[in-house]
């Protein structure tokens, strides 16, 4: 039954839609089936209960809907059509980021209550015991990263459950301690799956292994003075080998494609020897949008001058110790047209995988092909990265038109992964960084990366190491503008005042247009202003979103996160 699993994200069958009162910790909702033991003794009816949980991987969207990917700006990667400011700038009265999740954590306990009894074999009953945990740990992570402290939940709340409803918030590294008991419980679980589209012990392994290297890395680097706790070295060093101990089986499983462009835009990921898990579309029945907002006549959040400049040049070097021409002010032919394409030569290959080879702007438009639309770009800098030239017209320029696949777990970030991990924990080797993230500089025609990285790049202002500096340049321009991973990465890192447009001005600038003339729309220096006059200014509080006010007048004991008072 598990390998006729629905696909195209429309994955309803036997899972209801569950109503909830106002309280965010729901009093016992109707959940629309019946729940009986002969519900949970039938492994086709738990599946379908299951098969809900899919819609929680975004991908490129549901239904039309906007996902994870390019459409997610809030980094110092893009400059959005639309200024993008900070998740939340006032404090909400209520907030689907909150109470969409417990609503999910809630769907999970159910299903581990209604398991515990199930008749099934001990083997069946504990793959779908794993994967409602794994789905569970999901949601407390996601809640946790956003929230910080949060109430765990174990079990579907009675209405006499007042600690719980009226309890305070547990602290979050305990939380996040229970996530990793939850993971392993999946880990150990969940049976092995040659589809790429259901649950299974690798994909839980991907999540463990993504969660575990957002936990450690958020421990080690935390900062009191960000309203936060003091770091844990111990805890750090726990989650990262954890990490590590995840990716393992994965790399020696896995093969990395021979295309970087074919994860983002190929209509099937299904032969993708790649591909860990992807969510499936399919022409006129699932589509997306995400090719559309990249090359149709509306404006395409553009790459920033600061994303641009973070990719190595061919000899290995950054922008400012190369010896390749580094003028990136382009040329501009008999049409007006400012070409890059000899900017991106010298370049890291996925560069010219990522971006147009021609800059566009209102009034010197650019069309991908001969029958597309005349393009604009906030920035200058098109995106071509999920753009496939070979599909119809009609499936690439209308919105929710789109039936690309899209990868949600993939080994090129199991890699990144498995050599950050290493390297915060002080064991990276010359030959980890060739087993892992040296394949993905290799594919991108860069010379390899050594622990001994040979200079010392005065674009590095995390105060960390060159190794560690290098190391995270990788996962940007390989995962650039993917599944929201940037924003989240800085909130690890503990550097999220580098979406501070004050302080970096380069985040907002985009395209060199000094060999243009008679340029019309907002420059600064010889380069486009994407910021729409507009500025990001950083604080502490953004580290979390704020608790709604609406949760605070049902539990006060809930408190509110620091600087949102």
């Known amino acids: 039954m598990r390998n006729k699993i629905l696909l195209y994200g429309m994955m309803l069958v036997g899972a209801a839609s569950f109503s909830s009162c106002n309280d965010t910790l729901d009093k016992e909702p109707l959940d629309g089936f019946q729940n009986s033991p002969e519900f949970w003794n039938n492994e086709q009816t738990v599946e379908g209960y299951a098969n809900k949980y899919y819609e929680n991987f975004t991908g ?8 994870l990917f390019y459409f997610k700006t809030l980094s110092d990667d893009q400059a959005g059509n639309a200024f993008s400011d900070w998740t939340f700038v006032n404090i909400p009265a209520k907030s689907s980021d909150w109470r969409g999740i417990y609503d999910e954590i809630r769907r999970a306990n159910v299903m581990i209550q209604g398991m515990q009894n199930s008749s099934m074999k001990e083997d069946e009953k504990n793959h779908w015991l794993g994967v409602a945990r794994l789905n ?66 690798n994909m839980a392994l991907a999540m463990k292994a993504d969660i575990c290297l957002w936990e450690g890395t958020f421990r080690k680097y935390r900062n009191p003075n960000e309203g936060q706790k003091a770091p844990d070295m111990e805890g750090s060093k726990k989650f990262l080998n954890e990490c590590v101990n995840a990716c393992t089986p994965l790399m020696q499983e896995y093969t990395l494609s021979d295309s970087y462009r074919a994860i983002y835009n190929s209509e099937s990921l299904m032969d993708n020897e790649e591909i860990i898990f992807c969510k499936q579309y399919k022409e006129d029945i699932f589509q997306h949008s995400t090719i559309d907002y990249t090359c149709s006549s509306t404006q395409i959040s553009g790459m920033t001058k600061d994303a641009f400049d973070a990719y190595l040049f061919k000899d290995g070097k950054p922008l400012a110790l190369t010896a390749e021409d580094k003028d990136d002010a382009g040329v501009v032919d008999a049409q007006g047209h400012i070409s890059i394409s000899a900017l991106l030569e010298v370049r890291d290959a996925r560069l010219r995988e990522t971006i147009d080879p021609f800059v566009m702007y209102p009034g010197n438009t650019w069309k991908r092909t001969n029958d597309g639309m005349e393009m604009t770009s906030s920035t ?65 025609e860069l010379p390899a990366l050594t622990v001994a990285v040979g200079y010392d790049d005065p674009a590095n202002n995390m105060g960390v190491s060159s190794l560690i500096w290098e190391i995270r340049r ?37 395209a060199n247009v000094s060999n243009a003339t008679g340029v019309t729309v907002p420059v600064k220096g010889n380069y486009l202003d994407g910021s729409k006059g507009k500025v990001r200014t950083y604080e502490p509080k953004h580290y979390l979103y704020p608790i709604p006010s609406g949760q605070l007048q049902l539990n006060s004991a809930l408190g509110q996160n620091y600087g949102w008072n």
């Not at 064991?427 to 040296?438: A, K, P, V």
């Not at 321009?477 to 001005?505: A, G, V």
Request: aromatic share 14%.
């Open 136 to 201: 569970r740990a999901f949601q407390y992570f996601d809640l946790v990263r956003k929230f910080g402290d949060c109430l765990w939940l174990d079990r579907p709340l009675d209405p006499k459950d007042s600690q719980f409803l009226y309890g305070k918030r547990d602290d979050r590294d305990e939380v996040m301690d229970k996530v990793l008991e939850d993971l392993d419980f999946a880990v150990d679980n969940i049976k092995g799956s040659s589809s790429k589209t259901t649950w299974s012990r």
């Open 380 to 444: 200058g800098y098109g995106v071509c990265k999920y753009d496939n030239i070979d599909i119809p017209l009609k499936h690439r320029n209308q919105t929710g038109s789109n039936y690309t696949d899209a990868p949600i777990y993939w080994l090129s970030v199991v890699y990144l992964n498995y050599a950050e991990a290493k390297a915060e924990l002080g064991t990276l080797t010359d030959q980890d960084l060739d087993n892992s993230i040296n394949k993905l500089r290799d594919r991108a």
């Open 60 to 67: 490129y969207g549901n239904a039309g809907g906007q996902g």
């Open 474 to 510: 990788e996962r940007r321009c390989e995962l650039m503008f993917d599944n929201w991973f940037r924003y989240w990465d800085l909130i690890r890192w503990h550097q999220l005042d580098k979406l501070d447009s004050t302080k970096y001005p380069n985040i907002m600038l985009g």
